[in-house]
C-alpha cells in the first residue's frame, strides 16, 4: 500500500502487512511529522466467489497474446509512485510509534522545548558584582563602628601616647588593701601635666589589673576632673575601686584608646 504524509506529502510505499487492521501511528522520516495510519480498505471484488452447486462453468476463452500488464497492480502503481517522487532508500521508511501501553520509552514521545545553557561567564560576571558590593559594605562598616569584639585580631591595650600630655602614676602611689568587709581595694594617685605651649584636651584614662601570667583580670575608665588643661597646668587624679579580683597583681595606666 501507499500512504502519504499530511505535512509535506512525502509518499512511502510499505507492505500491507506493516498496517495493522486497526491502524498505527506512524512518523515520516523526512519531516518528522506523526500521524495515525489507517490500514487499506479491503477489495471485496478480489474476494472469492462461492462455488455453485453444480459443475464449474468453463471460463470463456482469452487471447493472453493481447493480455495488458493490469496497471493497478502494486508494482506498477510503486512505479508510477517513483516517477513522481525521487526514489528512497529503505532508511526513509516511515517509522512505527511505539505503543502507548509499552513501559520501554519511545523516541517518537513528544519532547520538551529546548532548553537553554547556562552561561558560566554571566554567573561568574553576577557572583563578581555580589561580592564586591558586599566587601564595600564590609569596608564601610568596619571603618565606621570598627572590628567587632568577637574578631580574634591583636587590639591595643591602650590608645596613642598624646604629645603634649604626660602621665605620672608612680607604683609608690598605687594602694592595694583587703577593706573590713573582705572586698578587696585598689586606688591609684598621679598627675596629668600639659607640656605644650597651647590648651589640650584631656582624654579618659585607662586603669588594667593583670594577674601573675599577664592576663587582665580587671579594667575600669578614669574621666579626669578636668576635660582641658592649660599650657603648663597639671591636675592631680586619684581614683579607687572595690571589689577587684584577688588575682590582679599588676597595675597599667595610660590613655583609653579610642
Known sequence: MIIS???????????????????????????RHSWFQESAPLDLA???????????????????ANAVPDDTSPFGEAERVGMDRPPFDQGDAPEAETPAGDDVPSHFDHEPPFRRRRNSLRLLT??????????????VAVSYFGLPDWVPVNRPTFGAAQDDLQLDFPAERQERRQLPNGSEFFGASGTITNTGSTAQDVPPILIVLRDGRDRIVYSWEVYPPKRTLAPGETMAVNEGVTDVPRSARVAEIGWKPE
Open 5 to 31: 504524509c499530511p505535512a509535506c506529502s512525502t509518499r512511502y510505499v510499505v507492505p500491507d502487512s506493516a498496517i495493522p487492521a486497526d491502524g498505527r501511528t506512524v512518523r515520516c522520516a523526512k519531516c
Open 46 to 64: 478480489e474476494m472469492p466467489a462461492p462455488e455453485p452447486d453444480g459443475p464449474p462453468a468453463e471460463p470463456p476463452p482469452s487471447d493472453t
Open 126 to 139: 553576577y557572583a563578581g558584582v555580589v561580592f564586591a558590593a558586599v566587601a564595600a559594605g564590609l569596608i
